[in-house]
């Protein structure tokens, strides 16, 4: 069961978030606490040389191993973990929906138990490379070339790099890692990759978090045109990303730059060099638990900044933390990523788009975004939000109607990842015949 709760989770889908001042993802209703440690890196900093460890899928402290290098943490408060699996066909995909088994029921080739919905097809499905995780696609032209984070499911970080994966839908592991998502100074067993993968035409950027005050880390930039030119840069508590041509978005504490740190989405400027940071926007919120959120970018690139917050109706501490997305538009941000100023974000300059503690992931699907929902190993729906900017006001973005895309009666397929690639979504899937990616279009 373990195992394939963490193959489930890895396959691109964000993880716990960093700490009670960067809380993302919490298991919900009836699941256990925890099934690794990374699961356990929310409940935020025990205090000195203590961490959190997952016993008996629940959370104990423990004292922090000695470790040598600059990468020896202080505290547990930070850490998405994105470990990757290996596993195909185990856990809730090969067990019993309804008394009925997994096994034998019909499943798709493609979709698998899961439902497409009215106005969305399915063109080609590619199997994925083992230990792949999330992923992100390059276009040019018609040509989409396909770049993944790789983990062979092994405790130590040194195993999580970047690969190319050929061109869609000839989906094929490259022959030797591009990167490594951390570098050597940092590899311990308190690092904790971050798990997305995202890129603005040119370069990609993933990042990691370490185990210790503050939440420190860095975002990998990989030039896929120049590889010596790639560099790492400070970001504490990275926790998701999405990007335009020449600036990437990321959520999270801070970035080299900035003036000032805290929870808010920070914009790094790669258009030239040497790169800038800044913190872009800050969220309409004044919890002092308020956490980190979900990232993306339509095709017509409108922004979506999310943060999340506890569930307010609970009296449970560690109740299922309530995400909230809001829409900006591009005539907003953009200015403020040249002049390197900060927006405040409300419901007025970027109206909210969706909110729930079922929110899984979220991904540009053309001029829209598709919203992931469910719970933490489970898959209820895949769902599109139509997103138009301008109009009267160059500022403004309409939101369309939640229109189902993908939906299931059962727990034997799910979707374990999205990313946009072009105007349309792939989408990760594994139930009992293993983990495939399937590309999904719009109808016109």
């Known amino acids: 069961m373990k195992t394939a709760m963490k193959g489930s989770r890895w396959f691109g889908r964000f993880s716990v978030a960093l700490s009670a001042a960067a809380l993302g993802l919490l298991v919900t209703g009836c699941e256990p606490e925890c099934v690794d440690r990374f699961d356990c890196a929310r409940k935020g900093n ?30 547990s408060d930070a850490g998405t973990g994105s470990d990757a699996g290996t596993d195909a066909g185990t856990g809730s995909d090969a067990g019993t929906d ?23 097809a399915a063109a080609e499905s590619a199997t994925v490379p083992e230990g792949i995780g999330a992923v992100t696609v390059i276009q040019s032209g018609s040509e989409y070339t ?50 997305f993968l995202t890129n603005d035409g040119t370069r990609l950027l993933t990042g990691y978090t370490r185990g210790a005050e503050g939440s420190p880390g860095n975002v990998l930039v ?9 560099v790492y840069i400070s970001a504490p508590g990275n926790f ?13 504490l801070g970035i080299d730059g900035a003036s000032q740190g805290g929870l ?8 030239s060099k040497p790169f800038q940071g800044s913190k872009l926007a ?43 997305v809001h829409a900006v538009s591009p005539a907003l941000y953009t200015p403020a990523v040249s002049s390197r100023s900060t927006l405040a974000l409300s419901t007025t300059n970027a109206p909210e788009i969706y909110s729930g503690n079922d929110l899984q992931s979220v991904a540009g699907f053309g ?8 719970t933490f190993t489970a898959t209820r729906d895949v769902s599109r939000i139509e997103l138009t900017p301008g109009g009267i006001n160059p500022e403004a973005v309409t939101a369309g109607d939640l229109t189902p895309v993908l939906t299931t009666s059962n727990t034997c397929t799910n979707v374990v990842s999205m990313a946009p690639m072009g105007p349309d979504l792939l989408v990760g899937v594994k139930d009992k015949n293993g983990r495939r990616l399937v590309r999904l279009q719009q109808k016109q």
């Open 46 to 75: 025990v205090g000195e040389g203590k961490q959190f460890a997952c016993v008996d899928n629940r959370c104990v402290t423990q004292d922090i191993p000695n470790e040598t290098g600059s990468d020896a943490g202080t505290g």
């Open 98 to 120: 309804a008394g009925v088994a997994c096994a034998d029921l019909p499943h798709d080739p493609k979709l698998g138990t899961l439902q497409l919905q009215t106005g969305f």
């Open 146 to 195: 396909l770049y993944g984070l790789r983990n062979t499911d092994n405790t130590s970080v040194a195993d999580d790099s970047i690969y190319a994966l050929g061109t869609w839908p000839n989906v094929t592991l490259g022959s030797a890692a591009l990167y490594a998502v951390v570098p050597d100074a940092d590899r311990g067993n308190s690092t904790y990759p971050s798990g």
């Open 222 to 230: 990989y030039d896929t045109a120049t590889p010596k030119d790639s």
């Open 240 to 252: 998701s990303a999405a990007a335009v041509s020449g600036a990437f978005f990321i959520n999270g």
């Open 264 to 271: 808010a989405v920070y914009a790094l400027n790669v258009a």
């Open 282 to 324: 800050t969220f309409p919120t004044t919890n002092v638990l308020a956490a980190s959120g979900y990232s993306a970018v339509t095709s017509d690139k409108v922004a979506v900044f999310g943060y999340s917050v506890p569930d307010s109706s609970s009296s449970d501490p560690w109740a299922p933390y309530i995400n909230h």
């Open 367 to 374: 001029s829209g975004v598709a919203l992931h929902r469910g």
